[in-house]
T-cell receptor
Framework: NAGVTQTPKFRVLKTGQSMTLLCAQD?????MYWYRQDPGMGLRLIHYSVGEGTTAKGEVPDGYNVSRLKKQNFLLGLESAAPSQTSVYFC??????????????FGPGTRLLVL | SQQGEEDPQALSIQEGENATMNCSYK?????LQWYRQNSGRGLVHLIL?????REKHSGRLRVTLDTSKKSSSLLITASRAADTASYFCATEGGAQKLVFGQGTRLTINP
């Protein structure tokens, strides 16, 4: 199992450009999350999804959109990038149900620099 | 705003010594989790303690939880150079969402 993978690993954008970050998991997890981590900070939740076709806002959703068209994929979009969105973005997933484990499994991160 | 506050922000000790990190939170929780992050990497789950538990062990890790004080501590015994990393506490209330603290940066000196 690859676990949670993220694409791309690193990206530089100019202010106003758009891009999509892709997260994929092969563990058949129901829940998926997008976080951002700024220097010296913990992770802050951007958006999350509790199942295919559903999304919800987290702590810092402004400037981002998400989609969960397939259970294994969770996309994070920036329609018009701003320098304040320079950060490291992490995706995570977890399972639910009987005997559920609350542990989240994290991807390796995407470093985004907005100039 | 972040739920958890960790103390200290940075900790530097000699190899073989014990390391203790503390986490305080504000609201009621279902469980509290500790994660490790090596430089430039994603987070790795270490241990979970539920709100009705007071202490839990996993190898060289010992976690305590005091819900009356809304605080937790992570003890790493007999530290090794490979333990150098940032450690984050995260609390889960309802809605299966985690709220992370700002982390403790641990350095183990050989």
């Amino acid at each position: 199992n690859a676990g949670v993978t993220q694409t791309p690993k690193f990206r530089v954008l100019k202010t106003g450009q758009s891009m999509t970050l892709l997260c994929a998991q092969d563990m058949n997890h129901e829940y998926m999350y997008w976080y951002r981590q700024d220097p010296g900070m913990g992770l802050r939740l951007i958006h999350y999804s509790v199942g295919e076709g559903t999304t919800a806002k987290g702590e810092v959703p402004d400037g981002y959109n998400v989609s969960r068209l397939k259970k294994q994929n969770f996309l994070l979009g920036l329609e018009s990038a701003a320098p304040s969105q320079t950060s490291v973005y992490f995706c995570a997933s977890r399972s639910v149900g009987q005997g559920r484990q609350e542990t989240q499994y994290f991807g390796p991160g995407t470093r985004l620099l907005v100039l | 705003s972040q739920q958890g506050e960790e103390d200290p922000q940075a900790l530097s000790i000699q190899e073989g010594e014990n390391a203790t990190m503390n986490c305080s939170y504000k609201t009621s929780i279902n469980n509290l989790q500790w994660y490790r992050q090596n430089s430039g990497r994603g987070l790795v789950h270490l241990i979970l303690i539920r709100s009705n538990e007071r202490e839990k062990h996993s190898g060289r890790l010992r976690v305590t939880l005091d819900t009356s004080k809304k605080s937790s501590s992570l003890l790493i015994t007999a530290s090794r150079a490979a333990d150098t990393a940032s450690y984050f506490c995260a609390t889960e209330g309802g809605a299966q969402k985690l709220v992370f603290g700002q982390g403790t940066r641990l350095t183990i000196n050989p």
